[in-house]
């Protein structure tokens, strides 16, 4: 996070308020965005909170400023502004040392401040990692039995980002910095590439920054009103089954102690093309919650994260293992875990366990239950980038890019996320997501094998109906010729 909002908050706990009096609160890091220094180090604000060094977070990014030190470690009694001699020689209070070369002869030092913020900074929080799983297929369509990232040499980036343009060419703001997403108004892929009539309310700049506008010839427009310009636009090309994703945001990519693992939780599958909430179709990534937690009634809630680790050491007899990927869970051993976590009397109401789309509990005999439940329901997030060239569009190679009998947008696997050993491989298809009939998609799908012949039948059709149209034209200039000879 660049800090503040959460950063900021004023805790009502007095333990929580004493730490705070030596951390100091994480403000807003204005050069997180705005430092153009090539020495500026993002990480290192991340080195900096692990240590609760929330004061000194945004100085330890500079190039010329660095913080040792770790208010962790320093009593509740600790006054960072008035400090005094600390007991134990081995804490070292948190201090910052300037580089005093930075520094001119008045000890005035240079920022380098832009208001165009350059991509690095945005990328450092906003990156994502493709990464093959087992039974996706590569370029070839050869199937993968690795779990692998994707090359950095074979990774494109967005098409727009290659001819020249910056992130906040189109993420723009104004002072509030209230960042424009881009999903409607002028900014939005509509807005640039798409005449429309003019609205009050959208200052329309079609062909803002030179955007070509689409001929998308032979499209029917009712693809334009039931999917998004991203479905066809963005992200990697969907194959016989999902990929993953790993994020900055999610996998901490760029700290230090990232887990660069491919196989690192979370697992984040994309792409999805599911229905948003307005109704159109378009790209997703998707997250299949997995987690602890007590019902009541129909409520589910998880379990506080503390009280599942007590409890996990408790069977566990030991701490437990960091894994980078999921530890295998039979469900012999939920059921075990359920009838533990309901005996220990740690939670409220019924304790049930949630993954994989399904929630895992015991009815009154004790037997485990599984069913589906909307707290299992996966978590989908709609995505943008990257927008590849026009000629890899969805439907360059025709409409069975989609409609076809086995098409990856209607009928490819979206890969089902759990531990629980029984459900590892599963997968449900992708025209689930999609509030469309399943069968009645396949057998449109279908249509399209025959369309070429239908086309052919009805080309046919035209050239006897013309034919005999033609004969009977003759036919009657004959006719014609004849009555007027014989008058004559
Ligand atoms: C998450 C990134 C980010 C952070 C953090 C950030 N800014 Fe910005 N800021 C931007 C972007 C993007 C713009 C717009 C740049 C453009 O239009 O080219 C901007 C614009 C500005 C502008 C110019 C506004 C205008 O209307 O011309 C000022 C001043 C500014 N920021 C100050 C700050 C200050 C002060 C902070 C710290 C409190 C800060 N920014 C933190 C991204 C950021
Ligand atoms: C230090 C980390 C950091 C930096 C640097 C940063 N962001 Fe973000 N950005 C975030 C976080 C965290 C959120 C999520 C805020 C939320 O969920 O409320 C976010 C949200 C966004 C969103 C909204 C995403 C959505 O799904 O609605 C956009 C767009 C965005 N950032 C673009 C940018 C751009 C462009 C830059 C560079 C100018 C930038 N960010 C720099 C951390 C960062
Ligand atoms: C050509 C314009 C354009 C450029 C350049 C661009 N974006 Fe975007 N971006 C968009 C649009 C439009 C959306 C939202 C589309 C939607 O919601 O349908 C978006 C969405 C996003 C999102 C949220 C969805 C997602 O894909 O995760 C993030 C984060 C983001 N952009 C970051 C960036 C960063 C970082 C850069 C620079 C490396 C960048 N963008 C460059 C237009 C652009
Ligand atoms: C059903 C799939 C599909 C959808 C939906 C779609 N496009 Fe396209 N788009 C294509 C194909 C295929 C091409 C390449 C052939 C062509 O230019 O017609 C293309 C080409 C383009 C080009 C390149 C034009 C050029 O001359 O270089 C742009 C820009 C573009 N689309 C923008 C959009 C925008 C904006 C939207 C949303 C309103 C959108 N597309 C929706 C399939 C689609
Ligand atoms: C700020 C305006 C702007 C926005 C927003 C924008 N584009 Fe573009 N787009 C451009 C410009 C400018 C170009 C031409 C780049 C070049 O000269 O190569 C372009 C080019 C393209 C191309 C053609 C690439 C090629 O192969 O020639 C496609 C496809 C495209 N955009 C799709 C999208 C999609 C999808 C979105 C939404 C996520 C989007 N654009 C949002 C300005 C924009
Ligand atoms: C990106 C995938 C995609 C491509 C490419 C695509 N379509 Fe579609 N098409 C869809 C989706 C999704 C629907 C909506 C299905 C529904 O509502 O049942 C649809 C609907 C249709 C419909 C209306 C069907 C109905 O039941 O309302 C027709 C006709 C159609 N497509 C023809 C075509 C033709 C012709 C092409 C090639 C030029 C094409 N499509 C390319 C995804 C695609």
């Given at each position: 996070m660049?800090g503040?909002?959460p950063?900021?908050l004023?805790?009502?706990n007095p333990?929580?308020?004493?730490?705070q009096?030596?951390?100091?609160?994480?403000?807003?890091?204005?050069m997180?965005?705005h430092?153009?220094?090539p020495?500026h180090d993002?990480?290192?604000?991340?080195v900096q909170?692990a240590?609760?060094?929330l004061?000194?977070a945004?100085?330890?990014?500079?190039g010329?400023?660095?913080v040792?030190?770790?208010?962790?470690?320093m009593?509740?009694?600790y006054d960072p502004l008035?400090?005094e001699?600390?007991?134990?020689?081995?804490?070292?209070?948190p201090?910052?040392?300037?580089?005093?070369e930075?520094?001119?002869h008045r000890g005035q030092v240079?920022?380098?401040?832009?208001?165009?913020?350059p991509?690095?900074?945005c990328?450092f929080?906003?990156?994502?990692?493709?990464v093959?799983v087992?039974?996706?297929a590569?370029?070839?369509?050869?199937?993968?039995?690795l779990?692998d990232?994707?090359?950095?040499w074979?990774?494109?980036?967005d098409?727009h980002?290659?001819s020249?343009?910056d992130?906040?060419?189109c993420?723009?703001n104004?002072?509030e910095?209230?960042?424009?997403r881009?999903t409607?108004?002028?900014l939005?892929c509509?807005?640039c590439?798409?005449p429309?009539?003019p609205?009050?309310?959208w200052?329309?700049?079609?062909?803002?920054?030179?955007?070509?506008i689409p001929k998308?010839?032979?499209?029917p427009p009712v693809h334009f009103d039931k999917l998004?310009?991203?479905t066809?636009?963005?992200?990697?090309?969907p194959?016989?089954r999902?990929m993953?994703a790993?994020?900055s945001?999610?996998h901490a990519l760029?700290?230090?102690?990232?887990n660069?693992?491919?196989?690192?939780l979370?697992?984040?599958?994309?792409?999805?093309?599911?229905?948003?909430?307005?109704?159109?179709?378009?790209?997703?990534?998707?997250?299949?919650?997995?987690?602890?937690?007590s019902?009541?009634g129909?409520?589910v809630?998880p379990i506080a994260?503390?009280?599942?680790?007590?409890?996990a050491?408790?069977i566990?007899?030991?701490?437990?293992p960091?894994f980078?990927?999921w530890?295998?869970l039979?469900?012999e051993r939920?059921?075990?875990?359920?009838?533990?976590?309901?005996?220990?009397g740690?939670?409220?109401?019924r304790a049930?366990?949630?993954?994989?789309?399904?929630?895992?509990r015991?009815?009154d005999?004790g037997?485990l239950?599984?069913?589906d439940?909307?707290?299992?329901e996966?978590?989908l997030?709609?995505?943008?980038?990257y927008?590849r060239?026009?000629v890899?569009?969805?439907?360059v190679?025709?409409?069975?890019?989609c409609h076809?009998?086995n098409s990856p947008f209607?009928?490819?696997?979206?890969?089902?996320?759990?531990?629980v050993t029984?459900?590892?491989?599963?997968?449900?298809?992708?025209v689930e997501?999609?509030?469309?009939n399943?069968t009645?998609t396949?057998?449109?799908?279908?249509?399209?094998?025959f369309r070429?012949?239908l086309k052919i039948v009805a080309?046919?059709s035209?050239?006897?109906?013309?034919?005999v149209?033609?004969?009977?034209?003759?036919k009657?200039?004959?006719c014609?010729?004849?009555?007027v000879v014989?008058k004559?």
């Amino acid at each position: 996070m660049p800090g503040g909002g959460p950063g900021e908050l004023d805790s009502e706990n007095p333990d929580e308020i004493m730490r705070q009096l030596v951390s100091g609160k994480l403000e807003v890091n204005c050069m997180s965005c705005h430092s153009a220094d090539p020495a500026h180090d993002q990480a290192e604000y991340g080195v900096q909170v692990a240590r609760q060094n929330l004061r000194w977070a945004a100085a330890a990014t500079c190039g010329f400023a660095s913080v040792s030190g770790s208010a962790a470690r320093m009593p509740d009694t600790y006054d960072p502004l008035m400090p005094e001699p600390l007991d134990d020689p081995k804490l070292i209070p948190p201090s910052i040392t300037y580089r005093k070369e930075a520094f001119d002869h008045r000890g005035q030092v240079f920022f380098d401040l832009v208001t165009k913020v350059p991509d690095k900074r945005c990328y450092f929080c906003h990156s994502n990692q493709d990464v093959y799983v087992f039974g996706a297929a590569d370029c070839n369509n050869n199937t993968l039995d690795l779990w692998d990232g994707v090359p950095k040499w074979l990774s494109d980036e967005d098409v727009h980002l290659s001819s020249g343009m910056d992130c906040v060419s189109c993420h723009r703001n104004d002072l509030e910095h209230n960042i424009e997403r881009g999903t409607w108004g002028p900014l939005s892929c509509e807005g640039c590439h798409i005449p429309q009539p003019p609205r009050a309310e959208w200052t329309w700049k079609v062909g803002t920054l030179g955007a070509p506008i689409p001929k998308h010839a032979g499209i029917p427009p009712v693809h334009f009103d039931k999917l998004t310009c991203t479905t066809c636009h963005s992200g990697i090309r969907p194959k016989h089954r999902t990929m993953r994703a790993k994020t900055s945001r999610a996998h901490a990519l760029g700290i230090h102690s990232a887990n660069k693992s491919p196989i690192a939780l979370p697992h984040i599958i994309y792409p999805v093309f599911a229905e948003q909430e307005y109704g159109k179709i378009g790209p997703c990534k998707l997250i299949w919650p997995a987690f602890w937690g007590s019902m009541q009634g129909e409520n589910v809630e998880p379990i506080a994260i503390e009280i599942v680790r007590q409890g996990a050491e408790m069977i566990a007899g030991k701490t437990l293992p960091r894994f980078g990927d999921w530890p295998s869970l039979s469900t012999e051993r939920i059921a075990q875990d359920l009838a533990f976590a309901s005996n220990s009397g740690a939670i409220e109401g019924r304790a049930v366990y949630v993954s994989g789309g399904k929630l895992y509990r015991l009815d009154d005999s004790g037997q485990l239950v599984i069913e589906d439940h909307p707290a299992a329901e996966p978590y989908l997030w709609p995505i943008a980038h990257y927008v590849r060239p026009a000629v890899q569009s969805l439907g360059v190679g025709g409409c069975g890019d989609c409609h076809s009998a086995n098409s990856p947008f209607f009928f490819g696997d979206v890969e089902v996320d759990t531990p629980v050993t029984v459900e590892k491989g599963s997968a449900k298809k992708m025209v689930e997501f999609q509030n469309l009939n399943p069968t009645y998609t396949k057998l449109f799908a279908m249509s399209f094998v025959f369309r070429p012949f239908l086309k052919i039948v009805a080309l046919c059709s035209c050239a006897i109906i013309g034919i005999v149209l033609l004969l009977y034209v003759l036919k009657a200039v004959l006719c014609i010729t004849k009555a007027v000879v014989e008058k004559d």
